[in-house]
């Protein structure tokens, strides 16, 4: 067979895809993110205006105004750790939303190119369902060393830390505890005690940072720059068993229906 181009990176749609991943997360940055920049700030005004809402309840000849004022701490308080929460949620469901576009866009366009060659919807179903490490394995049957970079690094990460996010405790929580322990808020900071720490921590102690969303979504970008323009079918090498198997099953089956 002739060598030709099994996969394709047009440098016009890489450029789209890359623009539409920066627009969403400068957005998300803008109205999102930033919203929570003064958490601090908010917490003391919500206590100013506890005190100002119950002041009209204050009896100076019977009433404790350090009372009054250690409830309004307690009010400042639970508002603060109320927003903290939203705050850690909203950071979270940004960078899931920045994963998942991504990962769909992938498989998307692996499947367009395979079907410029290849006709047959058992490969295609198969590329749209194996999971995120079957895919790097057949990015890099390319010759493509991507898991020597940095940004698979935070790609995986970002793949781990979602599904503990999306589903709790399980095998994910104990890959990112194993493998990506700095998205873990350890209940107890003491270097002394880190590591029992670290095994009291569970799936709702998920912590990120700003600069957390900035590496990833930089990730996103580097690994559109980084697909190669051009694929051939001789730099193909050790495809996947699973790309495989599920080409050679559309071939038979195009072969049955043809002889049939």
Same mark, same amino acid.
């Given at each position: 067979?002739?060598?030709?181009?099994?996969?394709?990176?047009?440098?016009?749609?890489?450029?789209? %895809?890359?623009?539409?991943?920066?627009?969403?997360?400068?957005?998300?940055?803008?109205? %999102?993110?930033?919203?929570?920049?003064?958490?601090?700030?908010?917490?003391?005004?919500?206590?100013?205006?506890?005190?100002?809402?119950?002041?009209?309840?204050?009896?100076?000849?019977?009433?404790?105004?350090?009372?009054?004022?250690?409830?309004?701490?307690?009010?400042?308080?639970?508002?603060?750790?109320?927003?903290?929460?939203?705050?850690?949620?909203?950071?979270?469901?940004?960078?899931?939303?920045?994963?998942?576009?991504?990962?769909?866009?992938?498989?998307?366009?692996?499947?367009?190119?395979?079907?410029?060659?290849?006709?047959?919807?058992?490969?295609?179903?198969?590329?749209?369902?194996?999971?995120?490490?079957?895919?790097?394995?057949?990015?890099?049957?390319?010759?493509?060393?991507?898991?020597?970079?940095?940004?698979?690094?935070?790609?995986?990460?970002?793949?781990?830390?979602?599904?503990?996010?999306?589903?709790?405790?399980?095998?994910?929580?104990?890959?990112?505890?194993?493998?990506?322990?700095?998205?873990?808020?350890?209940?107890?900071?003491?270097?002394?005690?880190?590591?029992?720490?670290?095994?009291?921590?569970?799936?709702?102690?998920?912590?990120?940072?700003?600069?957390?969303?900035?590496?990833?979504?930089?990730?996103?970008?580097?690994?559109?720059?980084?697909?190669?323009?051009?694929?051939?079918?001789?730099?193909?090498?050790? %495809?996947?068993?699973?790309?495989?198997?599920? %080409?050679?099953?559309?071939?038979?089956?195009?072969?049955?229906?043809?002889?049939?």
């Amino acid at each position: 067979m002739n060598d030709f181009v099994a996969f394709q990176m047009w440098k016009p749609f890489r450029q789209r %895809l890359i623009k539409s991943h920066t627009f969403y997360f400068e957005q998300a940055r803008q109205r %999102l993110l930033s919203r929570f920049e003064n958490i601090d700030t908010e917490a003391e005004q919500e206590m100013d205006d506890w005190l100002t809402e119950t002041s009209h309840m204050f009896d100076p000849d019977r009433d404790d105004p350090a009372d009054s004022y250690e409830a309004a701490t307690d009010v400042g308080i639970e508002f603060y750790e109320l927003l903290t929460e939203m705050r850690d949620r909203t950071r979270l469901s940004v960078i899931a939303g920045m994963f998942h576009e991504w990962d769909k866009q992938l498989r998307d366009w692996l499947c367009s190119e395979i079907m410029r060659w290849h006709s047959g919807e058992i490969l295609r179903q198969r590329v749209w369902s194996v999971d995120f490490t079957k895919i790097m394995d057949l990015l890099e049957a390319f010759g493509w060393e991507i898991r020597k970079t940095t940004y698979h690094q935070n790609l995986d990460g970002c793949r781990v830390l979602v599904n503990v996010y999306k589903h709790g405790d399980g095998k994910s929580f104990q890959d990112l505890r194993a493998y990506y322990p700095r998205y873990i808020e350890v209940p107890c900071s003491d270097p002394a005690h880190l590591e029992w720490s670290r095994g009291l921590a569970d799936y709702t102690n998920l912590k990120v940072t700003v600069q957390d969303i900035e590496a990833i979504s930089d990730a996103i970008v580097t690994f559109w720059e980084s697909v190669p323009e051009n694929v051939y079918v001789s730099q193909v090498i050790n %495809l996947p068993s699973w790309f495989e198997v599920a %080409l050679h099953k559309d071939i038979e089956l195009r072969n049955r229906e043809t002889s049939a």
